[in-house]
Nanobody, 123 residues
Framework: QVELVESGGGLVQAGGSLRLSCAAS????????LAWFRQAPDKERLFVAG????????VYADSVKGRFTISRDNAKNTMYLQMNSLKPEDTAVYSC????????????????WGQGTQVTVSS
């Protein structure tokens, strides 16, 4: 089992940057596939980016390609989401998630979730 805690959210102007972190406690962090999801008010939860257990492969939603970068440091039990050129439509609660199998984009497939961190982008 793994526990996930996000940090790094906040208020930023359009065009700015934020770096989210997802710190994990528990064993065998390096065995988990990880992902970031986001949920805006009254909207469904959407996949943002995912990364395989060794960081060799990443997947991004079309809406964030070229602006966001997902990475992980297994020695620190931490995953990151570098968000650049932020837009007002990026405003949402961002949550990290982990699963013990192959990285996928469906939120229902993830077993473990953090509590989320709010990102607000002003225009």
């Amino acid at each position: 089992q793994v526990e996930l805690v996000e940090s790094g959210g906040g208020l930023v102007q359009a065009g700015g940057s934020l770096r989210l972190s997802c710190a994990a406690s528990g064993r065998a962090f390096s065995l988990y596939s990880l992902a970031w999801f986001r949920q805006a008010p009254d909207k469904e939860r959407l996949f943002v980016a995912g990364i395989t257990w060794n960081g060799a492969n990443t997947v991004y939603a079309d809406s964030v390609k070229g602006r966001f970068t997902i990475s992980r440091d297994n020695a620190k039990n931490t995953m990151y989401l570098q968000m650049n050129s932020l837009k007002p439509e990026d405003t949402a609660v961002y949550s990290c998630a982990a699963r013990t199998s192959t990285m996928v984009t469906r939120s229902q497939a993830y077993e473990y979730w953090g509590q989320g961190t709010q990102v607000t982008v002003s225009s």
